[in-house]
């Protein structure tokens, strides 16, 4: 068995990056999952955050990365 998060169809491909988009598929506020066989799966896929047009350069992403690190 697995968890599975839902998400919504794909969307239209970003202009900043060209990947497309997918939303969670949300029902009365919360994020709809379910457990289902693996031999249900037919792929994986691989998420990433959604950015803004444009990513900081000036290391506090990587400072805040860095500190939580250290505080392990």
Same mark, same amino acid.
Request: with cysteine; hydrophobic share 40%.
């Given at each position: 068995?697995?968890? %599975?998060?839902? /998400?919504?169809?794909?969307?239209?491909?970003? $202009?900043? !990056?060209?990947?497309?988009? %997918?939303?969670? &598929? #949300?029902?009365? +506020?919360?994020? #709809?999952? =379910? *457990? %289902?066989? #693996?031999?249900?799966? !037919?792929? =994986? &896929? $691989?998420? *990433?955050? +959604? /950015?803004?047009? *444009? &990513?900081? !350069?000036?290391? %506090?992403?990587?400072?805040?990365?860095? =500190?939580?690190?250290? =505080?392990?």
């Amino acid at each position: 068995l697995a968890y %599975v998060e839902w /998400f919504s169809a794909f969307q239209a491909p970003d $202009h900043n !990056h060209g990947l497309c988009k %997918v939303l969670c &598929t #949300i029902k009365n +506020r919360e994020q #709809i999952a =379910s *457990i %289902v066989p #693996i031999n249900n799966i !037919h792929c =994986s &896929t $691989h998420l *990433i955050p +959604r /950015f803004g047009p *444009i &990513t900081p !350069h000036d290391g %506090v992403l990587l400072m805040s990365l860095t =500190s939580v690190l250290h =505080s392990l």
